[in-house]
Every structure is written in structure tokens, then in C-alpha cells.
């Protein structure tokens, strides 16, 4: 009868306890949800990067005849031009990309939580909707890192969000990968990749630790990255963007990312640089991130045998050595960049609370050893930097209305004239070649001094036949390297900023100032 007293006490203590974590999850994850759907509205405003309105102006190109990279050039693989050009193409403005993006970033959580769901699969009661709850904290805090490293119409977070997709797909499989499946990797390894090639080194990592046989890993990955290939070289092809991204592209990355700093293989142990850029968003995300990492190898060693549980901690290493890699691949460590690992930290995610679940009724240290590594989780609701999204949504705005204002405006002097481009003269920002329907005159339609070094020869000789071509010069900032001098007396000579009689009326344009070729009666553009 003591005996039985006493298991009636235990067993309304662990449901007490049960209850009071699942309580605590909820209230986390309510606070997480409300911050995530501020920012998901503030997203839905259409605010952007400094790098979006390249973007824009490439997806515009494309509608007006031109090819990315050898047309105009910009750093990025076709999947952000693609997607800038189908959205001017069905609405004039950016208006599906943004929409596309924001649907994407809400999909990251839901496919985190669905994916630890699937894998209580079998456990009814407090301890699956336990589960559910940390995944869905967790989902929400990773999903409004992202958004601050990469939201605004920035690439990463739309890689993001299908390298997640594709840990989801891995972790439903269970072990065996159909052939649908296969397929349905193969594409979302393909939009991840397209977006950013380092996700490739991000799908990886998820592989890698969420395909537990050899059979799984060539179905899940090897297969699909090949099939993945395949269909990325086919659409080069037929899009026309097959010399520009092999020739021109491919070998623009490799010579500005390959040399200098340390070796590439290095870069792979800058778990350092991880954890500060996780703290810098919310100090214990990192924490908590790791602590998964932590208790995953934990469990492994309980689970297994010695051998097995090493195998299992090495592997825990790979993965976090390939998201430190795809992150140091560009060596420049931009915050934006840090959106590759993020797959990887999901992955590591679902993993856990897989081998957790095989010891959930036999063994209380597991229990225990998940919930202290998902309690972990709970105080990330506070994250830096707060942000006013009304200010920075009014910001933007303001932004864009001054940008489209001087777009307008060279619009309306290149119809008025009988003209089909300009030159623009400047750097990226809020500048009008985003919002222009004529497209700037390229490849380089913005300029860096480092685009213009000793080592890009055939862009200076591109930038000076563009110069030479220019009817309308439309000036920002010089920085054109060893060309800034040159450009500089060139337009004294040959321009002015006397607007054509065809141009006028043309408004002032600060900061911008429009340069018209001198030569008018050749066009008979101005009066004897």
C-alpha cells in the first residue's frame, strides 16, 4: 500500500512537472509567435536590402531582352533574378517576390515543428505535445534569426527556407527514401542551390546526420544532387544564362573567394564565429543551439555502444564543420552568410529528439537530458536587436519613393528622346536602376573599385566602351578605381548637364546629377 502511495505521488509529480514545462513552452512560444508575426507583417511592407535593387534591375533585364552576367553582372546565381523577374512580369513591382519570401520564412517553423511531430510519431499525451512545443520555439526564434540576417529581399533566407523543407523531407522518411521523395529532393535541393551554391554544402550536413544508412544517403542525397545537377545545367541552357554563369561568374567567385585568408578547408573550424553571431542575435540561442549539439551526442552514447556513440559524436562534428564551411565560403563573413548554418542547426534539431524518442519510455536520463537541452530555448525570446519595424517600414518606404521618383524621371527623358538605356554611374543602395523600366547600360551597371582592379581587366575595357556609348549618364559617387580620373574628364568633355530639349521637363535630382552628350546636333536635339 506504501508502495503504491508512493508511485501515486511520483507519477503526479512528473505530471506536474510535465505540465508546468509544457506551460512554459507555451507562454515561450506564444511571446516567439507574436514577435514572428510582426515581422512577417513588417515583410509583407516590401522593405529592402542594399543589394535588392540589383536584384531588381537584373530580373528587369531579363524581361527587356538581356542576360544576367554577361549583360549585367552581379554575384548571385539565377534563382533571385528568376524570381525578381517572374514577380515584375505578373505585377509590375516586387510585389510576389515579397509575398514569396514572407511565405517562406512562415513555412520554417511549421516545418520544424512537423518534423519533430512525425517523429513522436506513436508517443500520445503531454510528452508529443511537449516536443511540439519546444519545435515550435524553436522553429520561431530560428525563423526571426534568419529573417534579421537575411530578410528584406535578401537571397539566404529563400535557401534557407527550402534547406529546412529538405531536412523535413529527410527526417519523414524515416530511414527509407522513395522514389517520390527522391524527386521532391532533387527539387528542393535544386531551389536551394539556386538561391546560394554553399546550401549544397548545407543539404550536406542535413544528409549527413538525418540518413542513417548508406542506402538512405545515396536516395536522399547523392541521388537527388545529381538529378539536382542535371536540371540546373538543362535550365542554364535554356534560359541562355549557360556561357555567362560558367564563364563569367563561376570564375569571378573562385578568383574573389578562392585566394586569400585562410584555406578553404580551414574555414570549417570557425564554430567560434557561429556561436558569436548567434549570440549577437539572441545570447542564448547560441547556448541553446549547442546544447542540442551537446545532448544529441549525449543520447547517442546512451543508445549505442562505444563505437557507435563515437560514430555518432564525429558525425555531430561533420555537421557542424560543414555549416561553419558553407558559412566561411565567401570568406567574408557578412551576416547575411550565416543563413547557410541554419539548416544544419535544424538537422541537428530533428536528430535529437529522433534518438531521444527510441529511449522515451525506457529511460528517465534521456528525458531528462532532451528537456534540459530544449528549456535551453526558453530565454531566447529576448533577442537583439530590437527592432521598430514601423520606423523601418517608413524608412524604406521613403526610400523607395525617392528611388522611383528619379527612375521616373530617366524613364520619361528616354522615351521622350527615343532612347533604350543609361549609364549609371554609382554603387548599390536605394538607386533607381532597381525601379527603372529601361535597363542601365552594364555588365557593370554598379561599380566597386574592387570590380575594377588589376584583375578585372575586361571590366574596365566594358566600363569604358559603356562610357563611350552613353547618351545619358545618370551620377551617384565615383568609385572607380584607377578609371575614376579618367571618367571624370571625360564627362567635362563630353557632356554637360544641360538637359536635351527632347529630356525637358526634368526636375532636380539630388544626390543624383544627369550628364547629357555634348554633340546635340547629331540628334538635333537642341536649337542652333
Not at 500500500?1 to 503526479?12: F, K, Y
Not at 535554356?238 to 578562392?258: A, Q, T, V
Not at 535544424?346 to 537530458?369: E, H, N
Amino acid at each position: 500500500m506504501q508502495t503504491r502511495n508512493i508511485t501515486n505521488i511520483n507519477n503526479a509529480i512528473r505530471a506536474g512537472l510535465a505540465v508546468s514545462i509544457l506551460a512554459v513552452f507555451a507562454y515561450a512560444t506564444w511571446a516567439s509567435s507574436v514577435n514572428l508575426l510582426s515581422r512577417l507583417f513588417y515583410e509583407l511592407t516590401g522593405p529592402y536590402t542594399a543589394d535588392s535593387p540589383i536584384y531588381w534591375a537584373v530580373g528587369r533585364g531579363i524581361l527587356n531582352g538581356l542576360t544576367p552576367y554577361r549583360d549585367l553582372f552581379e554575384t548571385k546565381p539565377p534563382g533571385i533574378f528568376l524570381i525578381s523577374s517572374l514577380s515584375l512580369w505578373l505585377s509590375g513591382t516586387m510585389q510576389f517576390g515579397t509575398w514569396t519570401q514572407t511565405a517562406l520564412l512562415a513555412v520554417i517553423p511549421l516545418s520544424v515543428m512537423a518534423a519533430a511531430w512525425k517523429q513522436m510519431k506513436g508517443h500520445a499525451g503531454l510528452a508529443r505535445w511537449m516536443i511540439a512545443g519546444g519545435a515550435l520555439l524553436f522553429g520561431t526564434t530560428l525563423t526571426l534569426y534568419v529573417a534579421e540576417r537575411s530578410g528584406e529581399y535578401q537571397v539566404e533566407s529563400f535557401g534557407a527556407a527550402f534547406a529546412i523543407a529538405y531536412a523535413g523531407l529527410l527526417a519523414a522518411s524515416r530511414g527509407t527514401v522513395s522514389r517520390q521523395r527522391m524527386i521532391i529532393a532533387s527539387i528542393l535541393i535544386l531551389l536551394s542551390v539556386g538561391m546560394k551554391e554553399p546550401f549544397l554544402l548545407s543539404c550536406l550536413s542535413i544528409a549527413t546526420l538525418l540518413c542513417e544508412s548508406r542506402r538512405a544517403f545515396v536516395r536522399g542525397f547523392l541521388i537527388p544532387s545529381v538529378i539536382a545537377a542535371g536540371a540546373g545545367m538543362v535550365t542554364l541552357r535554356l534560359i541562355g544564362m549557360w556561357d555567362g554563369y560558367f564563364h563569367i561568374y563561376i570564375p569571378e567567385m573562385f578568383s574573389r573567394y578562392g585566394n586569400g585568408g585562410d584555406p578553404l578547408w580551414i574555414r570549417g573550424f570557425g564554430f567560434n564565429l557561429l556561436f558569436r553571431d548567434l549570440q549577437g542575435f539572441s545570447p542564448m540561442l547560441a547556448y541553446g543551439i549547442f546544447g542540442i549539439a551537446i545532448a544529441q551526442v549525449i543520447i547517442g552514447f546512451r543508445i549505442h555502444n562505444i563505437t557507435r556513440g563515437l560514430w555518432n559524436l564525429i558525425t555531430v562534428f561533420c555537421v557542424l564543420y560543414l555549416a561553419a564551411l558553407a558559412v566561411g565560403t565567401g570568406n567574408t563573413y557578412y551576416n547575411h552568410h550565416f543563413v547557410f548554418a541554419v539548416g544544419s542547426f535544424v538537422a541537428l534539431f530533428i536528430a535529437l529528439i529522433r534518438d531521444a524518442v527510441r529511449q522515451w519510455g525506457q529511460s528517465g536520463f534521456t528525458r531528462t537530458i532532451t528537456m534540459v537541452a530544449l528549456m535551453l530555448l526558453v530565454p531566447t525570446i529576448q533577442h537583439d536587436p530590437i527592432v521598430d519595424y514601423k520606423a523601418q517600414a517608413a524608412f524604406c518606404s521613403n526610400d523607395r519613393e525617392a528611388a522611383q521618383s528619379v527612375a521616373d524621371q530617366i524613364d520619361g527623358i528616354l522615351d521622350r528622346c527615343g532612347m533604350k538605356r543609361y549609364l549609371f554611374i554609382g554603387g548599390n543602395g536605394g538607386q533607381p536602376y532597381g525601379f527603372t523600366r529601361h535597363s542601365p547600360l552594364g555588365p557593370l551597371f554598379f561599380q566597386f573599385d574592387h570590380l575594377l582592379d588589376d584583375r578585372h581587366e575586361k571590366f574596365r575595357e566594358e566600363f569604358m566602351q559603356s562610357l563611350h556609348q552613353a547618351r545619358l549618364i545618370v551620377l551617384n559617387n565615383f568609385d572607380l578605381n584607377v578609371l575614376t580620373e579618367d571618367t571624370r574628364t571625360y564627362l567635362k568633355e563630353e557632356f554637360t548637364e544641360r538637359p536635351w530639349l527632347c529630356a525637358n521637363p526634368v526636375a532636380s535630382n539630388e544626390p543624383y546629377t544627369f550628364y547629357y552628350r555634348k554633340p546635340w546636333r547629331v540628334w538635333n536635339l537642341l536649337p542652333e
